[in-house]
T-cell receptor
Framework: GDSVTQMEGPVTLSEEAFLTINCTYT??????LFWYVQYPGEGLQLLLK?????DKGSNKGFEATYRKETTSFHLEKGSVQVSDSAVYFC????????????FGSGTRLLVRP | KAGVTQTPRYLIKTRGQQVTLSCSPI?????VSWYQQTPGQGLQFLFE???????NKGNFPGRFSGRQFSNSRSEMNVSTLELGDSALYLC?????????????FGPGTRLTVL
């Protein structure tokens, strides 16, 4: 079945460091791909999305490119801030009738000053 | 525009009891989905409602049920609670059901089963 695999955390970085969180997926067809962020005590917020191959989603300095050939959607940011500390979830949306989101296990990011 | 609201935010129940959680979607949104978040299983899809009809259901036992009202508000019910039902239950709404419609998540209801 469809699935999403994320790198395990926690990822600990110093402020202004470069961030990469790996995400790969398995799916039939061509799903839409998403990154969601969850801050402590809150629900999920959509960070960025890409709906087809080679699309690049971007928001708040974060970027991810839909790579069909490697079935990947890695999240990157050039310079992280303490306020980026959160849990990041990669997800795909099935293109069958369900349209439900399938999430990865989440990666906790901790940015130290 | 107000976001997705969920009530209550926290619940403590004992095994065998039942519980009802409520979700009010963003005004104008007609699709509501529910997800269970646990440390062990991560985020898992429970079900989706659109226009008062359950469109999809995840792989959960029949103790988990839900419904949607004509104003799009949704409730989920868990009967005969088990310790493993302790989780954060997240509700998400979107304007319509279908691909590429952004789902907006509420803050969740944290259920603890003792």
């Amino acid at each position: 079945g469809d699935s999403v695999t994320q790198m395990e955390g926690p990822v600990t970085l110093s402020e202004e460091a470069f961030l990469t969180i790996n995400c790969t997926y398995t799916a039939t067809g061509y799903p839409s791909l998403f990154w969601y962020v969850q801050y402590p005590g809150e629900g999920l917020q959509l960070l960025l999305k890409a709906t087809k191959a080679d699309d690049k989603g971007s928001n708040k300095g974060f970027e991810a490119t839909y790579r069909k050939e490697t079935t990947s959607f890695h999240l990157e940011k050039g310079s992280v801030q303490v306020s980026d500390s959160a849990v990041y979830f990669c997800a795909l949306e099935r293109r069958d009738s369900s349209y439900k989101l399938i999430f990865g296990s989440g990666t906790r990011l901790l940015v130290r000053p | 525009k107000a976001g997705v609201t969920q009530t209550p935010r926290y619940l403590i129940k004992t095994r065998g009891q039942q519980v009802t959680l409520s979700c009010s979607p963003i005004s104008g949104h007609r699709s509501v989905s529910w997800y269970q978040q646990t440390p062990g299983q991560g985020l898992q899809f429970l079900f989706e409602y659109f226009s008062e009809t359950q469109r999809n259901k995840g792989n959960f036992p029949g103790r988990f049920s839900g419904r949607q009202f004509s104003n799009s508000r949704s409730e989920m019910n868990v009967s005969t609670l088990e310790l493993g039902d302790s989780a954060l239950y997240l509700c998400a709404s979107s304007s319509v059901a279908g691909a590429n419609n952004e789902q907006f998540f509420g803050p969740g209801t944290r259920l603890t089963v003792l």
